[in-house]
């Protein structure tokens, strides 16, 4: 080996111990990850317990924060703005939804984010 210490979770990227899981799930919301990190530590021991970084991913991953985007909200929303994205310019879509959409069409930083997230899928 290289001399350092392997992180306890380097052989385990999934979440698969329902045990750790339940516990992660019970600790009170406003609880630092750190102290989850210390929970787990004395409940399972260090060699079972996820690190701090596995414990974040695994909330993140089962408790999406923020709002879904209109674009993901509103199929009809998307299909519009799909169909437009690389024909025409970003103002240019979001000035076409908004005559089409009015209150529910989205901004021009949606319409990026929106292609931002597509623009992978496309080039596959």
Do not use: C
């Not at 899981?21 to 060699?47: C, H, N, Q, W």
């Not at 974040?56 to 437009?84: C, L």
């Not at 025409?88 to 901004?107: L, T």
């Amino acid at each position: 080996m290289n001399g350092r210490a392997e992180p306890r979770d380097a052989a385990d990227d999934g979440f698969n111990d329902p045990d750790i899981r339940t516990a992660i799930d019970a600790a009170p919301k406003g609880m630092p990850y750190s102290d989850v990190e210390a929970m787990l530590i004395r409940r399972f021991g260090p060699d079972r317990a996820w690190s701090r970084d596995k414990i974040m991913r695994y909330w993140h991953a089962r408790h999406p924060t923020g709002r879904v985007s209109k674009t993901d909200a509103d199929p009809e929303i998307a299909a519009f703005v799909n169909d437009r994205l690389g024909r025409m310019s970003v103002q240019a879509i979001a000035a076409a939804a908004k005559a089409r959409f009015g209150d529910r069409a989205p901004s021009k930083s949606a319409i990026h984010r929106h292609w931002q997230r597509l623009r992978p899928r496309l080039r596959s």
